[in-house]
């Protein structure tokens, strides 16, 4: 069966520091797909990243990287510079086949980023 | 205005109660979903659509039902509420096309059962 474990419950930072969200999977399909998704304390989940199983190459968006680790069944969420807009709930999700009715969450991991 | 629209926003409900929670979007999607959210526990499926005449379990649909009512509405009924199903629902839609399937969630129902 397919699993997401965040062991990070809550992290704080100061603004300015570098953060790293971590999220571990397992799964025994070769496919499958993995997302971060982002709360802000308004509530609404907004879609971050998708990263299928065949694409190992790390991602960059901006302030935000991905490093995604088939080896070691990772796909870990760095925010460089941190702010204090990006102070949210964070959820790695697992979905085999790529199909949202098979999407598993990881609990979440509450980031809060000091001024 | 949002493309997942879910009402009402809060809700207080008494144990035994007939509720209903709605969701409606206009992003043209095929696909909806009822999910909800435990403090600590992420999100749980409850129940998905992926048209208006298929209907499916999810992970967690005891005590639950759904009515898609046309492509654009998909409401959430708890026939008869219960404490621990006080929580936070989310409505989301998703459109599978090829390979790239991503949810887009409404602002979420906060629903207490007293």
């Known amino acids: 069966a397919q699993k997401v474990t965040q062991a990070q419950t809550e992290i704080s930072v100061v603004e300015k520091e570098d953060v790293t969200l971590d999220c571990v999977y397992e799964?025994?399909?070769?496919?499958?797909?993995l997302f971060w998704y982002k709360q802000p304390p308004s509530g609404e989940l907004v879609f971050l990243i998708r990263r299928n199983s065949f694409d190992e190459q790390n991602e960059i968006s901006g302030r935000y990287s991905w490093n995604f680790q088939k080896s070691t069944s990772s796909f870990n969420f760095t925010i460089t510079a941190s702010q204090v807009v990006d102070s949210a709930v964070y959820f790695c999700?697992?979905?085999?086949?790529?199909?949202?009715?098979?999407?598993?969450f990881g609990k979440g991991t509450k980031l809060t980023v000091n001024p | 205005d949002a493309d997942v629209t879910q009402t009402p926003r809060n809700r207080i409900t008494k144990t035994g109660k007939r509720i209903m929670l709605e969701c409606s979007q206009t992003?043209?999607?095929?696909?909806m979903y009822w999910y909800r959210q435990d403090p600590g526990l992420g999100l749980r499926l409850i129940y998905y659509s992926f048209d208006v005449k298929d209907i499916n379990k999810g992970e967690i649909s005891d005590g639950y039902s759904v009515s898609r009512q046309a492509q654009a509405k998909f409401s959430l009924s708890l026939e008869s509420a219960i404490p621990n199903q006080t929580a936070l629902y989310f409505c989301?839609?998703?459109?599978?096309?090829?390979?790239?399937?991503?949810?887009?969630f409404g602002s979420g129902t906060q629903l207490s059962v007293l």
């Open positions: 999700a697992l979905s085999e086949k790529g199909g949202s009715e098979k999407l598993v």
């Open positions: 992003k043209g999607h095929d696909r």
């Open positions: 989301a839609t998703s459109d599978k096309t090829g390979t790239d399937e991503k949810l887009f």
């Open positions: 799964t025994r399909d070769t496919t499958y797909y």
